[in-house]
C-alpha cells in the first residue's frame, strides 16, 4: 500500500502536473505550427520559387560494370528530403521565435522605477538627533 501512496504524491506534486501539461500544450502548439507551415508558408515559398521541390532531389549512385542489373538495386542518395526537413526546420523556428517574440510584447509591462524608500517615522528621526547631539556634546 505504500508504494501507491508514494506513486500518487509523485504524481500529484505541482511540477510533474506542470510538466505533463507544458507537454501536452507543447504539442498542440508543435502541430499548430507544423500545420502553418505545411498549409500556408510552404505553398507560399513554392510560388515565390516558381514550384521548385527540393524534396524529390536524389541521386543515384552507379552500379559497377560487374554487378548484373537485376540482381541489385542501386543505392540512392536522397538529399531532397533532408534539405526539406532543413528548411521546414528552420521555417517552424522562425515562426515559432515570431509567436512567443509577439506574445511577449503582448504580456510585457512597463517598468516603473522603484519608489523612493519611504521617509523614517518621527520617532526614529527624532532618536538621530539626540544621538548625533550626544556624539557632539563627547567631541567638545
Known amino acids: ?20 501539461v507544458g ?20 505553398p507560399i515559398l513554392g510560388f515565390l520559387t516558381g514550384g ?7 541521386y543515384t549512385l552507379p552500379l559497377p560494370d560487374s554487378m548484373p542489373e537485376g540482381v541489385w538495386k542501386a543505392p540512392t542518395l ?3 528530403e533532408f534539405l526539406q526537413v532543413v528548411i521546414d526546420f528552420t521555417i517552424i523556428a522562425f515562426a515559432i521565435f515570431l509567436a512567443i517574440k509577439v506574445m511577449n510584447s503582448l ?10 524608500p519611504p521617509a523614517p517615522p ?19
Do not use: C, H
Request: glycine residues 6%.
Open 78 to 80: 536522397a538529399y531532397g
Open 1 to 20: 500500500m505504500g508504494l501507491i501512496k508514494e506513486f500518487k504524491e509523485f504524481a500529484m506534486r505541482g511540477s510533474v502536473v506542470d510538466l505533463a
Open 107 to 116: 504580456t510585457k509591462t512597463k517598468e516603473t522605477a522603484p519608489d523612493a
Open 23 to 42: 507537454v501536452v500544450i507543447g504539442a498542440a502548439f508543435g502541430k499548430i505550427v507544423s500545420t502553418f507551415v505545411s498549409a500556408i508558408i510552404t
Open 122 to 140: 518621527e520617532d526614529i528621526l527624532l532618536l538621530r538627533e539626540i544621538r548625533d547631539s550626544l556624539k557632539n556634546r563627547q567631541n567638545i
Open 52 to 58: 521548385i521541390d527540393v524534396k524529390d532531389w536524389k
